[in-house]
């Protein structure tokens, strides 16, 4: 039986069809990446009412390079367009505690998928398909539950069970390159020198890469997932198949145009 992605519009995130859930209903701390402290559940002060942000084109230049970064994976549109049937927080205030809610759980169910459909279009890991496949009708089932099951949907369960497959997917894919793989699952390598670094199928999974220099490294095949590239120099780096490699974490680091990336992401526009 082939593997049925998930229509890739549906994990990227649809901004015009979204009541703003991300500027409104997760808090954020005045740091580097936000100029100011917003509580959970308070609109940004830069929201407007038609749901735009009032300076998207200059976020990094007025302090909030965070907002750049994030990603909900398609959540907000579906929170807004079909759990909440369209009924947005201001003309419907009774919906505001269970959308705000709902919107950081709907969120992580979105980005199971996307790993989730991201392992399905890998052949080596064919022998997995079939628990991808049931892990994926089962995240999708949750995604269309409604507002009341969500708010109580206990997450660790499925993550949990999502996670194994998705460790063992990286194994079969990365066991498939010659020699020894650099094993860095977890590690410090903050502002580590890694230029032109042989890091193709090398275990990178919740590594601290924030200011690493992996200009021109080989990260093909590598597993990414839970990576912070957080300014990470990736110049002239090799991602074409790195595994689980997101476009937030791409957001998060400097590269250039020829920065080689999977066709299913896209060169962030700072990127010069």
């Given at each position: 039986?082939?593997a049925?992605p998930?229509?890739?519009p549906?994990?990227?995130a649809?901004?015009?069809n979204?009541?703003?859930l991300?500027?409104v209903?997760?808090?954020?701390?005045?740091s580097?990446?936000?100029?100011v402290?917003?509580?959970a559940g308070?609109?940004?002060?830069?929201?407007?009412q038609?749901f735009r942000c009032?300076?998207?084109?200059?976020?990094?230049?007025?302090?909030?390079?965070?907002?750049t970064?994030f990603?909900c994976f398609?959540a907000?549109?579906q929170v807004s367009?079909?759990?909440?049937?369209?009924?947005?927080?201001?003309?419907?205030?009774e919906?505001?505690g269970?959308?705000?809610?709902?919107?950081p759980v709907m969120?992580q169910?979105?980005?199971l998928?996307?790993?989730v459909?991201?392992?399905?279009?890998l052949p080596?890991?064919?022998?997995?398909?079939?628990?991808?496949?049931r892990a994926?009708a089962?995240?999708?089932?949750?995604?269309r539950?409604?507002?009341?099951?969500?708010?109580?949907?206990?997450i660790?369960?499925?993550?949990?069970r999502?996670?194994?497959l998705?460790?063992?997917t990286s194994?079969?894919?990365?066991s498939?390159?010659?020699?020894r793989?650099?094993?860095?699952?977890?590690?410090?390598l903050?502002?580590?020198?890694?230029k032109?670094a042989?890091?193709?199928?090398?275990?990178?999974?919740?590594a601290y890469?924030?200011?690493?220099?992996?200009?021109?490294a080989?990260?093909?095949?590598?597993?990414?997932?839970?990576?912070d590239?957080?300014?990470t120099?990736?110049?002239?780096?090799?991602?074409?198949?790195a595994?689980?490699?997101?476009?937030?974490?791409?957001?998060?680091?400097?590269?250039?145009?020829?920065?080689?990336?999977?066709?299913?992401?896209?060169?962030?526009?700072?990127w010069l």
């Amino acid at each position: 039986m082939p593997a049925t992605p998930v229509p890739l519009p549906v994990l990227q995130a649809d901004c015009a069809n979204c009541f703003a859930l991300c500027c409104v209903a997760l808090p954020f701390a005045k740091s580097t990446d936000f100029a100011v402290n917003k509580p959970a559940g308070t609109p940004c002060t830069n929201l407007q009412q038609d749901f735009r942000c009032g300076i998207h084109t200059r976020l990094r230049d007025r302090g909030f390079p965070g907002c750049t970064v994030f990603d909900c994976f398609g959540a907000g549109q579906q929170v807004s367009q079909v759990t909440f049937e369209g009924r947005d927080w201001r003309a419907h205030p009774e919906t505001r505690g269970e959308m705000f809610e709902v919107f950081p759980v709907m969120r992580q169910l979105h980005e199971l998928l996307f790993y989730v459909d991201q392992a399905l279009t890998l052949p080596a890991a064919a022998p997995l398909h079939a628990d991808l496949r049931r892990a994926l009708a089962d995240t999708e089932r949750w995604t269309r539950a409604d507002a009341r099951a969500l708010a109580t949907l206990d997450i660790t369960p499925l993550r949990h069970r999502i996670n194994t497959l998705l460790l063992e997917t990286s194994e079969l894919i990365r066991s498939q390159v010659p020699g020894r793989k650099k094993n860095h699952r977890g590690a410090d390598l903050m502002g580590a020198r890694l230029k032109g670094a042989n890091l193709r199928g090398a275990n990178l999974r919740g590594a601290y890469l924030i200011a690493a220099d992996l200009s021109g490294a080989d990260l093909r095949t590598a597993d990414l997932i839970g990576a912070d590239l957080r300014d990470t120099n990736l110049r002239n780096a090799d991602l074409r198949d790195a595994l689980f490699l997101t476009q937030p974490q791409l957001n998060a680091a400097q590269g250039t145009p020829q920065t080689k990336i999977p066709p299913t992401l896209t060169h962030p526009t700072h990127w010069l």
